[in-house]
């Protein structure tokens, strides 16, 4: 901010004005406020691009008898970081296990409706068995399978599939079963 005299009632012909904070305290010079700017949102898209991210890997329904079916789901985390995020949200408690659920035209035989499958591990934890030749990384917990048998209600039952995940999203799937 530019020097202004001012007469002060006290101390009589003064000086105000000095450095914005904007400009010194909180933001680079204006010079490199363009280049700072770049850098942050590359590192943010860096951030973002290793968030966990469940995928379908398989989803295999096979016909056993007449009206009953086997349904079996394979899930896995295809981002770099594991569903949990962090260890300290599994601390604090603060992160629920991932689960699938189905539901639809059915009556569940074997499986659980809500089936819980804990947490994923994402590639970060593959390279920990690069970096100590396989011993520490060797056991990753990338994928999980859930398996239900299951007997139709109606002709053409439709069948969902719900994935979730607190931080690594959610998976809807619809199938019919002819």
Request: charged share 25%; proline share 4%; aromatic share 8%.
């Amino acid at each position: 901010m530019p020097w202004t005299k001012f007469n002060h009632p006290q101390l009589g012909e003064v000086e105000i004005g000095g450095w914005h904070p904007k400009h010194f305290a909180q933001n680079p010079w204006l010079s490199r406020l363009q280049d700072e700017c770049e850098r942050n949102h590359a590192f943010n898209l860096k951030h973002a691009a290793a968030l966990p991210e469940l995928m379908v890997e398989r989803l295999d329904i096979r016909t056993e008898s007449d009206g009953i079916y086997t349904i079996t789901l394979d899930i896995a985390n295809r981002g770099w970081l594991p569903t949990n995020v962090t260890t300290k949200a599994l601390q604090l408690k603060v992160v629920s296990d991932v689960y699938a659920r189905l539901d639809g035209d059915i009556e569940i035989i074997t499986g659980q409706e809500k089936e819980t499958l804990g947490q994923l591990d994402g590639f970060m934890m593959a390279r920990e068995g690069w970096y100590t030749f396989g011993r520490a990384g060797y056991q990753r917990n990338m994928r999980k399978r859930v398996t239900w048998t299951v007997r139709k209600s109606k002709p053409d039952a439709m069948i969902r599939i719900l994935v979730h995940s607190d931080r690594a999203g959610i998976l809807q799937l619809e199938e019919t079963l002819t």
